[in-house]
DNA sequence: GCTTACCTGTCG
DNA sequence: CGACAGGTAAGC
């Protein structure tokens, strides 16, 4: 999916245009994209609500309402378009979420994954899992804090921990990756095994890559497209990710594709040693 | 933990 | 045709 800065740059786009608007009654292509409540009741009710925050909650994206809010989940292929006009045929389209006056947030999803819940008491949210999520990696989460959390799960491995939204949240396959060699440590490590200074330099690790991915427009390696439609940049940056024999750029040895937690995992087996001081 | 399932599409 | 794809819940 749109990981953690997709949704973020998603939710800076969208936030100048929607925030204040008053939704009209969504048109729902697919009634399965409508999780909470009931599509009829979910079309009933969003109708006539007002905007009036955009929030992100690792990789949801939340509008507050007048009364409860709007939460987004794009899963692996969602996308989440601001446009005045649909402009072309888009078989993919499973709702239009209009706003009075004309414009209208188009929610396409290839694979049907993503899905919208209109929540509007705790026990709706709870009901949605939203409350259930980590602390936010970006916003919510400090060195000292990850050092805490990491010492917490001694015998995770890192990856699938990383990965976990109860655990952080924001962090999905590709931003792992990249925080994990820019860290110089393997996914496969066990985060008790981590030193202080390891601990610290993949938290460090993890922000830049976040903050660099962010900065680009997010990753576009396949379907992800921000609230214009518009394709990110950091495809283009990224060391390991997808790059599969490829050199590694730091000590230019094939970058090495492997399978941990059943994802698919780029490292640089030279660079990320599994043992400490092993030689493979 | 790991595997499977949810879907549809692309690539080799 | 099989493998794989940015996610996550559910079932061993």
């Known amino acids: 999916m749109p990981e953690l800065p997709e949704v973020e740059v998603i939710r800076r786009g969208l936030a100048p245009l929607i925030c204040h608007k008053e939704f009209g009654r969504p048109v729902l292509l697919y009634t399965g994209a409508v999780r909470h409540p009931a599509p009829e009741k979910f079309c009933q009710n969003l109708a006539g609500r007002r905007v009036e925050n955009l929030g992100r909650a690792g990789k949801y994206l939340r509008l507050g309402l007048d009364r409860g809010e709007l939460a987004v989940h794009l899963r692996m292929t969602g996308r989440l378009v601001y446009r005045e006009n649909a402009d072309f045929p888009d078989p993919h389209l499973r709702a239009v979420l209009p706003f009075t006056g004309g414009a209208a947030l188009f929610f396409s999803d290839m694979r049907k994954f993503g899905g919208l819940w209109l929540l509007e008491n705790r026990e709706e949210r709870r009901q949605a899992g939203l409350d259930r999520l980590g602390p936010d990696i970006y916003e919510e989460v400090g060195p000292e804090r990850f050092c805490a959390l990491i010492r917490e799960r001694r ?10 939204q109860h655990f ?6 590709i931003y792992v990756d990249e925080s994990l060699f820019r860290a110089g440590i393997h996914p496969g490590r066990a985060a008790g095994s981590l030193s202080r200074e390891e601990i610290l330099a993949l938290y460090w690790a993890v922000r830049a890559v976040l903050q660099e991915g962010i900065d680009c427009g997010g990753t576009s390696a396949r379907d992800y497209r921000d609230a214009f439609g518009e394709r990110g940049a950091f495809q283009d940056r990224l060391a390991v990710y997808g790059r599969r ?4 750029p730091r000590c230019g040895a094939p970058v090495t594709r492997a399978v941990v937690a059943g994802r698919g995992t780029y490292l640089c087996a030279r660079c990320q040693k599994l043992e400490i001081g092993s030689k493979k």
């Open 168 to 173: 952080v949240a924001g962090l999905g396959n």
């Open 245 to 248: 024999g490829r050199p590694c």
């Open 155 to 164: 015998r995770s491995r890192l990856k699938p921990l990383l990965l976990d």
